[in-house]
């Protein structure tokens, strides 16, 4: 079985089940359907729309379920309304036959932009070392078999500099850092959002340039901003430069229907020459 999202979708829902039964969180049942079924039914009638030769699930579903994770809203409407937008993002922008944002990452910043009534709620895992050691081997399993763990290290480590830099200039224990890495919502972030193969570059050296833009967009967001969800903002801030790290460094286009292996080359392309779109 060689596409990587069939492992997504079973370690999301299987981080649900356990986040559900073994750490109590408060999911909505009503919010949890609207998200899904409204994934699914946008991710349906824009494949028609757009003349898809077939209406593919998975992609929908690993965005359904990440906001099932993440995202807290007011209301089972405001719930639909927010995968509805997410699911459309990936159709309606896009830069030479690529969606530009990563779609749950699109659907959150939009919605906590657009009403107050919706949030993410990051704290919600908690911090134990055992569960963080947890999603850390489920993501790599993830990003390795989407030949994107190159994306996930780069960002740890820019991350990792970030706030043990900063904890060092302020003089602050490594206790403190190591506590803010301690989270898994951010090892949801990095291995299964930043590593999404469709919106991240093209070229390994390209992906290592993005992820440690994003680390620095988000140091700058939490700690001379001090806002919360840092990551998230810098992701959806960081996603319009792709397209010009591409023309920059670039490199073959990835697909899910023909996911390469970890060990193969990536022979150059032109930039003049993209794909059509996919369903993804």
Known sequence: ??????????????LLAYGVVGLGFEVDGVDAAAILG?????QLVATRLVGLPRFDPKSALISSLSLILLLRAASPWLAAAVAAGTIASKFA???????????????????M?????????????????FFAFLLAGLGG???????RSDVTWAFLGAWGLVLFGRAAWLG?????PLHQLQSGAFLIFAFLMISDPKTTPDARSGRVVFAALVALVAGGIQFGLHR??????????CAPAVPWIDRLLPAHRFSWGNAPSPRRAQAPIHPSNPQLP???
Do not use: E
């Open 1 to 14: 079985m060689r596409d990587p999202r069939v492992y997504q979708i079973s370690i999301l829902s299987g």
């Open 38 to 42: 409204t994934a699914l039914a946008a």
């Open 93 to 111: 922008i896009r830069r030479r036959g690529k969606h530009v944002f990563n779609p749950t990452n699109f659907g959150l910043a939009v919605a």
């Open 113 to 129: 932009l657009a009403s107050d009534r919706v949030w993410v709620s990051p704290g919600q895992w908690g911090s134990a070392a």
């Open 141 to 147: 399993l993830v990003v390795h078999r989407a030949t």
């Open 172 to 176: 602050d224990p490594w206790t403190i």
């Open 228 to 237: 919360p969800n840092a990551l998230i903002w810098a992701l959806f801030l």
């Open 278 to 280: 996919s369903a993804a």
